[in-house]
């Protein structure tokens, strides 16, 4: 299948607009179960679906947001219209996308360095997306995490993990999503911000 060029640089140019940020709603299961825990809200679908309900539905919101990150549950679930949480954002002139990685496990040569995953069905998942969103959903996200410490990152490590995401990239674009890769050098650490620069600097060359 050809790469629908024309169809990414639209979708890039409406997530780029000067002026506006990315929202980040993909939280995972455990993470937003964490989150409420904190303040003492149970992790239900429907408290998922309120939480993401007042965010979509913020007056003036597509003045400052252009994209909004999905995480699959999101995909489905519905303002209080009755309208899909994709088809809300995408009439706002907000440009909806989705996480696809899967997650992260430890890698068994070099925990506790970890290794994202989500190549396996990947083209299978994203036409389901295009089907379930009514083809509102434009942008995906992976995120891989770079750890620096003693002896981190190992760097047979980071290209077997950039190699997933540039395959994960390709998949994207061949089935008319604009990947998000992120690459996330964590700060954590005793490293000072000269580490931080060199690993960085590997970790895009590599990708």
Request: with cysteine; charged share 25%; proline share 4%.
């Amino acid at each position: 299948m050809a790469i629908d060029a024309a169809r990414l640089q639209e979708t890039i140019a409406r997530v780029c607009r000067s002026g506006h940020g990315i929202l980040a709603a993909d939280e995972s299961m455990g993470t937003i179960a964490k989150r409420f825990a904190s303040i003492n809200i149970e992790s239900t679908p429907e408290s998922r679906r309120n939480y993401r309900n007042m965010l979509f539905t913020t007056p003036k919101l597509e003045e400052h947001i252009s994209g909004v990150i999905l995480f699959d549950e999101t995909v489905n679930q519905c303002d209080d219209a009755g309208q899909t949480f994709p088809r809300l954002l995408d009439a706002r002139g907000i440009v909806p996308g989705i996480k696809v990685d899967t997650g992260k496990v430890d890698h068994p040569n070099f925990a506790p360095e970890s290794l994202t995953r989500g190549l396996d069905g990947l083209e299978k998942r994203l036409v389901g997306y295009t089907e379930r969103s009514g083809g509102t959903l434009r942008f995906t996200k992976w995120r891989q995490v770079i750890d620096i410490g003693l002896g981190m990152p190992n760097r047979e490590l980071i290209e077997s993990a950039l190699d997933a995401m540039a395959q994960y990239a390709a998949i994207s674009q061949h089935a008319g999503y604009v990947p998000i890769t992120e690459p996330e050098v964590l700060m954590d650490g005793e490293h000072g911000i000269e580490r931080c620069e060199e690993v960085t600097g590997l970790t895009l060359r590599v990708l």
